[in-house]
């Protein structure tokens, strides 16, 4: 892996061979997961109309590769108009506003509906970002997708997270996740692109397995 420096930040460039294994085993598993879990697609899809109003897929701005931005895709977990919620959540409540200021999470959000909360604990809500992967735009590893309101707070750190493609996992969620701030979470990230390698990936494939499908870090 050769290395270049930006604006003072170290980050790895892999090979071209390892850039194409890694995007093909995107591709292989993805397209197999796709196959696997189409039932389940359509059972969440029918639970979310039937929960809340809205749209069943939720598509969100997030930053990607280069600065660039993306329509992530997620099965909708909240009710709409959430961001109204939120303000006056955290206005009435001075201990959830620290919480968020840190965590950027809440543990008892209130915009989240009742299958969103099962969702969201077993990771289901992510699974449609198979099609973001599927089209290039993410990879199956890798530092998880920031929102734009982020990016002023990774300052001289996003050159090198965004010089990878974000991922469905990554070593944040293999490390507890929401249980992390969100310097922490940054530090987890620039850990990862710096330090990357096939092997690092098949690590934390295997690891993720386990609190995907539990409710460890989950919120």
Known sequence: MKL?????????????????????FDLLISICMFVVL?????????LIKLDSRGPVIYRDKRLCKSG????????RTMVLGNEAILKAYLKDNPIARQHWSIIRKLPNDPRVTRIGRILRKTGF???????????????LIGPRPFIMKEWPDLERHAVVIFSV?????????????????????????????????LKTDLLIFCKCIIPIFTERGAQ
């Open 4 to 24: 270049d420096t930006q604006d003072g930040c170290e980050s790895y460039t892999p090979e071209r061979w390892q850039l194409l294994v890694k995007r093909g």
């Open 38 to 46: 189409f039932p389940t697609y359509l059972i969440i899809a029918i």
């Open 68 to 75: 660039n931005t993306f329509d992530c895709l997620k099965f």
């Open 125 to 139: 809500d992510e699974i449609p970002q198979f099609f973001n992967i599927i089209r290039g735009e993410m990879s």
């Open 165 to 197: 493609r974000p991922g469905l996992i990554g070593t944040w969620l293999a490390n507890g996740r929401n249980e992390n701030t969100f310097s922490e979470r940054i530090q987890l990230e620039l850990d990862y692109v710096r330090g990357w390698s």
